[in-house]
């Protein structure tokens, strides 16, 4: 990822496309996402416990610690790799230290409690719903803000030396 800190992003026409079509299967995951929380459950504490509890009106069990665990083997590693690859990306762009500790520091947060709540509505006590819910929303927002980050940025290296070129045309 030197290419962002050397400046190469502005001469590498097909890796800033590569990286780009990479961002957008992220967007599609991020999606895709939303998609599968809002198939088995929506903002509601209720539909969040009946999820994870089970529900007799709904005619549904229970998560089983077996199968919340499997998805959380898989959650755990995915998104980690996502979450580096994507911060790393972002790391490299020009926007300010500040903005990038805070976004790679709530990514990670976020990831990690968005797993955590289900296994704390699950096990622990059903007023975690709203942590889970909390979790959910504070992920989304940090990986569409992760997007945007390093969008704009390959978007904005991209133009800009057509913009110098242009303006060196005119003088």
Known sequence: MR???TGEQQRK??????????LGYVALLWVSNAMMYFHHM?????SVVAYYLGSEELFTQARSYQGMLEVSHFHLFSMGMLIVTLTHLMLMTQFSIRLKIWLSGSTYFAALADEAGGWLVRFADP?????KIAAFLLLELSLALLLITVISSLLRARFQP??????????
């Open 13 to 22: 026409s097909l890796l800033n496309l590569l990286v780009l079509m990479f």
């Open 42 to 46: 929506d903002l509601t504490p209720k």
């Open 162 to 171: 057509r913009q110098n070129a242009n303006a060196e045309k005119d003088e």
């Open 3 to 5: 290419y962002f800190v």
């Open 127 to 131: 007023a975690f719903a709203y942590f």
